[in-house]
């Protein structure tokens, strides 16, 4: 069946530094692929996304690639801030219309300062 | 608009009750989305309305668990007879679809259910 699996599942850092996330998927046929940011006890939000027709999405220190042939994406985060620390996840629509999302099993990253 | 809302926050029930949630989407949203999330987990997909019409289920969702949305506004999502495994965080989630392919999916606190 679809799967993304997401690594690393920790990933400890010093402010300033990058962080590095990277997913794969299984089904070819997916097109759409978001980063959701969760803090302890509430829903994710929604921090970057990109589309199978894209190969590289940037939002301010965010930046998300995308390789089709080899079926992976990645979150880039730089200069990372103590308050990027939370759970991320990456994910990938595995129906046409990209109205049901496959979940990572998420990312720890924590920024110390 | 404040977001997504969804009522209540928590829930704790004896096994066996039934529960009812209910999911205020973002106005001029829609689709609606509930997912499932269990701790050190990512949200599983449950269901998905476009306006009333509910459009595709995963087979997470068994017979105990229904799903409406009345007139394309809010949702609600039941369980009934509830078992000690139902035990998570029920996520709304609403987008508003314009052109192929799909928007964004905005998520709201959840409710989280224990199951004694």
């Known amino acids: 069946g679809e799967n993304v699996e997401q690594h690393p599942s920790t990933l400890s850092v010093q402010e300033g530094d990058s962080a590095v996330i990277k997913c794969t998927y299984s089904?070819?046929?997916?097109?759409?692929f978001p980063w959701y940011k969760q803090e302890l006890g509430k829903g994710p939000q929604l921090i970057i996304d990109?589309?199978?027709?894209?190969g590289e999405k940037k939002d301010q220190r965010i930046a998300v690639t995308l390789n089709k042939t080899a079926k992976h994406f990645s979150l880039h985060i730089t200069e990372t801030q103590p308050e990027d620390s939370a759970v991320y996840f990456c994910?990938?629509?595995?129906?046409?219309?990209?109205?049901?999302?496959?979940f990572g099993k998420g990312t720890t990253l924590s920024v110390s300062s | 608009d404040t977001g997504v809302s969804q009522n209540p926050r928590h829930k704790i029930t004896k096994r066996g009750q039934n529960v009812t949630f209910r999911c205020d989407p973002i106005?001029?949203?829609?689709?609606l989305y509930w997912y499932r999330q269990t701790l050190g987990q990512g949200p599983e997909f449950l269901t998905y309305?476009?306006?009333?019409?509910?459009?595709?289920k995963s087979r997470l969702l068994s017979d105990r668990f229904s799903a409406e949305r009345p007139k394309g506004s809010f949702s609600t999502l039941e369980i009934q007879r509830t078992e000690q495994g139902d035990s998570a965080m029920y996520l709304c989630?609403?987008?508003?679809?314009?052109?192929?392919?799909?928007?964004?999916?905005?998520f709201g606190q959840g409710t989280r259910l224990t199951v004694v």
């Open positions: 994910a990938a629509s595995y129906n046409q219309a990209g109205t049901a999302l496959i």
């Open positions: 990109i589309r199978s027709n894209v």
């Open positions: 309305f476009q306006n009333e019409a509910q459009l595709e």
């Open positions: 089904d070819s046929a997916s097109n759409y």
């Open positions: 106005s001029e949203h829609n689709r």
């Open positions: 989630a609403s987008s508003r679809f314009r052109t192929y392919p799909n928007t964004e999916a905005f």
